[in-house]
Nanobody
Framework: QVQLVESGGGSLQAGGSLRLSCAFSGYSYSSYCMGWFRQAPGKEREGVALISPAGVSTYYFDSVKGRFTISRDNAKNTLYLQMNSLKPGDTAMYYC?????????????????????WGQGTQVTVSS
């Protein structure tokens, strides 16, 4: 049974930075594709960033490219999202997601799968 717990959200002004964390409880974290997703009020959930099981390759959705950085520490079973130059449009509930597929996969594969394990989310609010 996988448990994901996000932390690090908060309220801040545009231009600021936050780092989100996602603590993974379970087995074989290094075999999981991991990702960050977000959902703003009245909008559909959208992808933010993905990372391969070994952390070698990453993918960013267009809205966050150049501003956000996804990383993982497989020794600590933790996923991170460094968010810089935040904009009001980044306001949303941020969720981490996991799907076990194996250790030696590229992020291109992680882009093609459905994620079935989700955290409860952490709120990020950016004011202008």
């Amino acid at each position: 049974q996988v448990q994901l717990v996000e932390s690090g959200g908060g309220s801040l002004q545009a231009g600021g930075s936050l780092r989100l964390s996602c603590a993974f409880s379970g087995y074989s974290y290094s075999s999981y594709c991991m990702g960050w997703f977000r959902q703003a009020p009245g909008k559909e959930r959208e992808g933010v960033a993905l990372i391969s099981p070994a952390g070698v390759s990453t993918y960013y959705f267009d809205s966050v490219k150049g501003r956000f950085t996804i990383s993982r520490d497989n020794a600590k079973n933790t996923l991170y999202l460094q968010m810089n130059s935040l904009k009001p449009g980044d306001t949303a509930m941020y969720y981490c997601a996991a799907e076990r597929k194996g250790p030696n996969l590229s992020v291109d594969y992680c882009r093609s799968i459905k994620y079935n394990d989700w955290g409860q989310g952490t709120q990020v609010t950016v004011s202008s």
